[in-house]
Antibody
Framework: EVQLVESGGVVVQPGGSLRLSCAAS????????MHWVRQAPGKGLEWVSL????????YYADSVKGRFTISRDNSKNSLYLQMNSLRAEDTALYYC??????????????WGQGTLVTVSS | DIQMTQSPSTLSASVGDRVTITCRAS??????LAWYQQKPGKAPKLLIY???SLESGVPSRFSGSGSGTEFTLTISSLQPDDFATYYC?????????FGGGTKVEIK
């Protein structure tokens, strides 16, 4: 059974930093690209970032480019999102999602349950 | 970035109704479109990919159609479990984008 379990969400002050983690199991992690997708309270879904199966390619939404960094450790079956210079508008539930392909830019067949990031003073 | 526009934003329907949700892309995305269902407090669930392919395990009352810039998700006979919010998502480019969502409510 595929499982994606996010962690690391907390309340952080504007301008602060945070690292989210996603632990994957139930599939061959290094065969697939992975994504972060977020959802602000009461709002729709927003794609945040993509990393290819080997970490060789990464892509970001314009709203987070230059502030967020996606990475993965295939030896630990783990995905990460380093979030710097956080803003109030980054407040959201952050989902880890599995792509159906190796290079990414497809669709998501499995999602975690999300971890909540709140940016507030 | 490719903009995705869903309509309506809210839809009131009864059990047994045929329901259609529309998703329009700001430029052609061929058939690179997926549909998801999200219930309150839950993660999204994949329903349809490549515009019209049904994900394994999804009931056959769900269907998708369209290509280019206009797409539809149809629920042939609405069931109590189908009251949820539905999102389209394009994957024509590396900058993936979602529609704003359509909430299907009980009439």
């Amino acid at each position: 059974e595929v499982q994606l379990v996010e962690s690391g969400g907390v309340v952080v002050q504007p301008g602060g930093s945070l690292r989210l983690s996603c632990a994957a199991s139930g599939f061959t992690f290094d065969d697939y690209a992975m994504h972060w997708v977020r959802q602000a309270p009461g709002k729709g879904l927003e794609w945040v970032s993509l990393i290819s199966w080997d970490g060789g390619s990464t892509y970001y939404a314009d709203s987070v480019k230059g502030r967020f960094t996606i990475s993965r450790d295939n030896s630990k079956n783990s995905l990460y999102l380093q979030m710097n210079s956080l803003r109030a508008e980054d407040t959201a539930l952050y989902y880890c999602a599995k792509d159906i392909g190796r290079e990414g830019a497809y669709y998501f067949d499995y999602w975690g349950q999300g971890t909540l990031v709140t940016v507030s003073s | 970035d490719i903009q995705m526009t869903q309509s309506p934003s809210t839809l009131s329907a009864s059990v047994g109704d045929r329901v259609t949700i529309t998703c329009r892309a700001s430029q052609s995305i061929s058939s690179w479109l997926a549909w998801y269902q999200q219930k309150p407090g839950k993660a999204p669930k994949l329903l349809i990919y490549k515009a019209s392919s049904l994900e394994s395990g999804v009931p056959s009352r769900f269907s998708g159609s369209g290509s280019g810039t206009e797409f539809t998700l149809t629920i042939s006979s609405l069931q109590p479990d189908d009251f949820a919010t539905y999102y389209c998502q394009q994957y024509n480019s590396y900058s993936l984008t979602f529609g704003g969502g359509t909430k299907v409510e009980i009439k």
